[in-house]
């Protein structure tokens, strides 16, 4: 089983679409969880980091659940700059600082 | 302020030929990392340094690669003889504290392809 685990997609959504992305995780002793958003064949940068309680961030909001092992992200009121593959990372507790990707998510957001 | 750094952006070499990747982090980041994505994969970890010292390089594939941060600031990483397996973007990062809750910073990737 992956580490991490998403939907590839690709989801294309029209302009002002709320759209959501799912990603699961292996381990329960993950420790740290984030969003990064990769343009074509560009860098990852990170979008947010996702805590306990959830968070939000303008149009973006991201939610975890442990007993799950998922991790969310909520994008509304979809801008065609949006258009990205959206990365789901997680760290574990007694790997060091390694992070674990998912294969990422693709994004397009359609005028 | 700068972000991180690759060289070469492209490589392209044959089967059998040796091939270096440089990193420069930002500036004051102790912790660098390298990762790499093949084809259809996840990018996945490759080692990370502490300054000039290997914290953790479970990830390495095979004893074709070496990885070296002499002085701790800039590090090179060295495929050496490359196979076509090896075809694929290789990520620099860097961090500035080097715990787990760490934003790691990505440089733009160099883009590897063997033939």
């Known amino acids: 089983r992956k580490e991490v685990e998403q939907d590839p997609g690709p989801f294309n959504v029209p302009e002002g679409a709320t759209v959501a992305f799912n990603c699961t995780y292996s381990n329960s002793a993950s420790q740290s969880f984030f969003w990064y958003r990769q343009d074509c064949r560009k860098e990852p940068k990170l979008l947010m980091s996702?805590?306990?309680s959830g968070n939000e961030d303008g149009r973006f909001t991201a939610q975890l659940n442990r007993a799950s092992q998922y991790i969310s992200l909520l994008i509304r009121d979809s801008k065609l700059s949006d258009s990205a593959t959206y990365l789901c990372?997680?760290?574990?507790?007694?790997?060091?600082?390694?992070?674990?990707f998912g294969t990422g998510t693709s994004l397009t957001v359609i005028p | 302020e700068a972000g991180v750094t690759q060289f070469p952006s492209h490589s392209v070499i044959e089967k059998g030929q040796t091939v270096t990747l440089r990193c420069d982090p930002i500036s004051g980041h102790d912790n660098l990392y390298w990762y790499r994505r093949v084809m259809g994969k996840e990018i996945k970890f490759l080692l990370h340094?502490?300054?000039?010292?290997?914290?953790?390089e479970s990830g390495m594939p095979n004893n074709r690669f070496l990885a070296e941060r002499t002085g701790g600031t800039y590090s090179t990483l060295k495929v050496q003889p490359a196979e076509l397996e090896d075809s694929g973007v290789y990520f620099c990062?860097?961090?500035?504290?080097?715990?787990?809750?760490?934003?790691?910073?990505f440089g733009p990737g160099t883009r590897l392809t063997v033939l």
């Open positions: 340094f502490v300054k000039e010292s290997k914290q953790d």
């Open positions: 990062a860097s961090s500035q504290q080097g715990v787990v809750t760490d934003t790691q910073y």
């Open positions: 996702v805590y306990s």
């Open positions: 990372v997680v760290t574990w507790l007694n790997t060091g600082n390694q992070f674990y």
